[in-house]
């Protein structure tokens, strides 16, 4: 069991740059491959980034690719998601998520991710 917390969100300009940080619980915590979702309004969940367990592999969406990084420190037990160069599009709450499942790749599916953090809301202006 871990739990997940996010912070980080807030109001930002297009253009400007924000970190989101995901604090989880417990022990295991390098046990799980991480990912971060969002949700925008109107729309359903989709994928954002993953991290494996070590953070040695990492996995972005396309729409994010080149702006976002996906970042771990094991010893703080959290995640890292660095957004750069946000655009309008980019609002939404972005969740975190961990993968329990030790699977050999990076999973991509919002149903192989076995907790989940409440959220934090990305609002980014124009």
């Known amino acids: 069991q871990v739990q997940l917390v996010e912070s980080g969100g807030g109001l930002v300009q297009a253009g400007d740059s924000l970190r989101l940080s995901c604090a989880a619980s417990?022990?295991?915590?390098?046990?799980?491959?991480m990912g971060w979702f969002r949700q925008a309004p109107g729309k359903e969940r989709e994928f954002v980034a993953a991290?494996?367990?070590?953070?040695?592999?990492?996995y972005y969406a396309d729409s994010v690719k080149g702006r976002f990084t996906i970042s771990r420190d094991n010893a703080k037990n959290t995640v890292y998601l660095q957004m750069n160069s946000l655009k309008p599009e980019d609002m939404a709450v972005y969740y975190c998520?961990?993968?329990?499942?030790?699977?050999?790749?990076?999973?991509?599916?919002?149903?192989?991710?076995?907790?989940w953090g409440q959220g934090t809301q990305v609002i980014v202006s124009s």
């Open positions: 998520a961990a993968d329990s499942s030790r699977r050999i790749g990076l999973s991509t599916r919002r149903y192989e991710y076995e907790y």
């Open positions: 991290i494996s367990r070590s953070g040695g592999r990492i």
């Open positions: 417990g022990r295991t915590f390098s046990s799980y491959a």
